[in-house]
């Protein structure tokens, strides 16, 4: 309990001890805990500026995605429109070539028909002069007389006509 | 506890008494030095000086590998301490001084380390050294005076220095003389208070912590004496102990923050 030299003692190596501290321990410690700390923080910052970017990435993704969506819409609406017309063109033509080849087919007929019946006028002509010249006993100038055979062959065809 | 054939207050002066070594009629006298100024309490200065250069060996270590990145555990608690200290003399003192935050650090440290030496059991040390032949030793160097007292002095020699190196001796005069009343006749008795309550902040300083501690010790010693139901008590006051150690050592810390940021800025 006695107070001695053992004060001087102490206060010494307080005096040595601080020193030490105050010259190679604090500036070291304070150094890297404000470095530490500014890291932390630029970190921090970072991480929000990442985040804030990926949300406006998000964003921006999201309308490229409704931009691209709208745009096949409409590449669609486009393309059943089309093959709406082309579709409504084919009918067309094939009507008019339906049409086309029922005319065709009809004039055919009716040609035909014609050819029939000039033949069928020659024979039923060259018919009646045999009939004729076997009733007369001689024989008929098919030449002389061919307005009136000619005549004849078209009456004869016309009543056949009209009963057949 | 105690030995056989001494009695409880043989015991407790035992472990209350230094090893003191001092110089008498030109030769070196171990124990026999009451009232000799001239003796050295060797216990007290080699465990302080001990747990000083631990507490400088650890933070060194620390502080030459201290990295910005990940730190370790080791570096995580010694900058904790750091950066507590840091923390309270930014809030306490607003001068500019570099000397300030590593007292501070060095005082919070190596009191605690002082004070954590009254965990270990009381007769450990004493008993291992009484083997080897040392017959007193006192392993907790905060429960002698000397020690708190030399660190709180050294203190009011800052508190005194920073004051006259801040305000000039003419202010330093006036803060002690003309407060709290100021006219010339109210000198004199200023004067008293003042010096007063500057004188009376080293000695409660030093006589706070050395008291706790001593105290503190006291009971240690005298749960020592209980024999085998000392167990339960001696737990119970120890966790308690843990409180008192380091809120002892953040108060000498503290207090030394504020007189010298009261020295910096006066009234």
Known sequence: MDINLTIIGQTIAMIVFVWFCMKFIWPPMIQAIEERQSAIASGIAAGEKGQRELAEARDGAEKILQEARQKATQIVDVAQRRSGEIVAEAKDVAVSEGERLVAAARSEAVNESARARSLLQQEVASLAIAGAGQLLGREVDAKAHAALLDQLAAEILNQAGKRG | ?267
């Open chain 2, 1 to 267: 506890m105690a030995a056989e054939g001494h009695s409880a207050g043989e015991y407790i002066a035992h472990h209350l008494q230094n090893l003191t070594v001092c110089r008498v009629d030109g030769q070196w006298v171990w124990n026999e030095c009451h009232g000799n100024f001239y003796a050295i309490n060797v216990d007290s200065m080699f465990f302080s000086v001990v747990l000083g250069l631990v507490f400088l060996t650890l933070f060194r270590m620390v502080a030459v590998r201290a990295t910005r990145g990940v730190p370790g555990r080791l570096q995580a608690v010694i900058e904790m301490t750091v950066g507590f200290v840091d923390q309270s003399v930014r809030e306490t003192f607003h001068g500019d001084s570099k000397l300030i935050a590593p007292l501070a650090l060095t005082l919070f440290v190596w009191v605690f380390f002082m004070n954590l030496m009254d965990l270990i059991p009381v007769d450990w040390l004493p008993g291992t050294a009484a083997l080897i032949g040392v017959p007193y030793l006192k392993v907790v160097p905060t429960t002698d005076v000397n020690i708190t007292f030399a660190m709180a002095l050294s203190v009011f020699v800052l508190i005194v220095f920073y004051s006259i190196k801040i305000k000039g001796i003419g202010g330093f005069a006036k803060e002690l003389t003309l407060q709290p009343f100021n006219h010339w006749a109210a000198i004199p008795f200023n004067l008293v208070l003042e010096g007063v309550s500057l004188l009376a902040k080293p000695i409660s300083l030093s006589l706070r912590l050395f008291g706790n501690l001593y105290a503190g010790e006291l009971i240690f010693i005298l749960i020592a004496l209980m024999g085998l139901w000392q167990l339960p008590f001696h737990f119970i006051w120890a966790v308690f102990h843990i409180l008192i150690i380091v809120l002892q050592a953040f108060i000498f810390m503290m207090l030394t923050i504020v007189y010298l940021s009261l020295a910096h800025e006066g009234h």
